[in-house]
């Protein structure tokens, strides 16, 4: 008789992350179709130019006719109108050039997105949490620059939250992660949940039932 190895579960564990990982790199249509929570905002880009007015906050968006919400990893391209061609990515290997941000400052978005991500965020939060973003992934690559100068409204609050999002982060190394993905394409770059399609989990339920009875007539 065989023993069921932890080396064999690992096996049949790591295939079945794998083949998600492929399965979720599809190409994918985005359009953004309205700002939700947000204030207004002064930044500077390196390849957008400076004293630049624009949204910080949540961005309602169709990713393959399908309603969701994100917010842009990617302050160094405007946005582009109408229904586009992205690509659905690891959220480490976002945003395109400068980007990637790499796995670090991933794990920081996903586990500020866990901790203060509701959809009835408020205009505060949101603006504090979009700017946050930007200020993570700028910190994380090189050959483009982030720089915020000023908020419209609120910026008291604003910069309270957004120390208060840097110290959760300082305090919780290992604070719980939400489970996002980046979509990248022509216009700007964003983050959004993962909300594997019916395809493809039934796909990944079905190989990890063949893998178990695979396992269990070795072990027979």
């Known amino acids: 008789m065989r023993i069921l190895t932890r080396a064999s579960v690992s096996l049949v564990a790591a295939t079945s992350v794998a083949l998600c990982t492929v399965l979720r790199a599809d190409p994918v249509t985005v359009q ?35 309603a969701t919400q994100g917010f842009c990893i990617d302050p160094w391209h405007w946005s582009a109108s109408g229904v586009l061609n992205y690509n659905t990515e690891a959220l480490s290997a976002a945003p395109k050039p400068p980007g990637p941000m790499g796995a670090a400052a991933a794990t920081q978005i996903e586990q500020l997105w866990s901790q203060f991500f509701t959809p009835s965020i408020s205009n505060i939060n949101a603006a504090a949490l979009q700017l946050e973003i930007w200020t993570i992934v700028d910190n994380a690559v090189s ?18 939250e957004m120390a208060t ?48 009875v695979w396992l269990r007539r070795k072990i027979r």
């Open 32 to 66: 953004e179709v309205g700002v939700g929570a947000n204030e207004t905002v002064y930044i500077d880009s390196s390849t957008l130019g400076n004293n630049l007015h624009v949204y910080a906050g949540v961005l309602n968006l169709s990713v393959n006719g399908n």
């Open 143 to 160: 050959g483009g620059t982030f720089h915020l100068d000023s908020i419209d409204h609120d910026s008291v609050a604003v910069l309270a």
């Open 165 to 212: 999002m840097n110290t959760f982060l300082a305090n919780n190394p290992n604070a719980p992660t939400a489970d996002l993905i980046a979509v990248t394409g022509a216009g700007q770059d964003y983050v959004i949940p993962n909300v594997p399609e019916g395809g493809s989990t039934i796909a990944l339920l079905g190989l990890a039932l063949a893998g178990m």
